[in-house]
């Protein structure tokens, strides 16, 4: 069975940095495209980023390219989600989901950014606040 667990959400001030976990189990990060999403209170969900399978390639929407890094190791199955200059927009509740996608790494990560995925872990929470 698929599964993905969040973890390392805190509080942090402005321009500070965050290091995001998706523990995953039941699959390889060699086959499936990750996805990292956040939503923030009174928005919908939307994505953050997203690394592909096998190469590794990674995507970043634009409100974060420049300040968040995605990779990941495939030994200890977790993908990172490295967040730094902070902002309070980028307070939100913070989930990782992927799927096995074929395909070039953007054609993946496209698919994966846009999926309806039928269910959520409990995701990690992000404040950024002084």
């Known amino acids: 069975q698929v599964h993905f667990v969040e973890s390392g959400g805190d509080l942090v001030q402005p321009g500070g940095s965050l290091r995001l976990f998706c523990s995953v189990s039941?699959?390889?990060?060699?086959?499936?495209?990750i996805g990292w999403f956040r939503q923030a209170p009174g928005k919908e969900r939307e994505s953050v980023g997203c690394i592909a399978s096998r190469d590794g390639d990674v995507y970043y929407s634009e409100s974060v390219k420049g300040r968040f890094t995605i990779d990941r190791d495939k030994t200890k199955n977790t993908v990172f989600l490295q967040m730094d200059n902070l902002r309070p927009e980028d307070t939100g509740v913070y989930y990782c989901q992927g799927d096995q996608v074929t395909g070039l790494p953007l054609t993946q990560c496209l698919v994966v950014s846009t999926q309806d995925f039928d269910s959520w872990g409990p995701g990690t929470r992000v404040t950024v606040s002084s």
């Open positions: 039941g699959f390889s990060l060699d086959d499936y495209a």
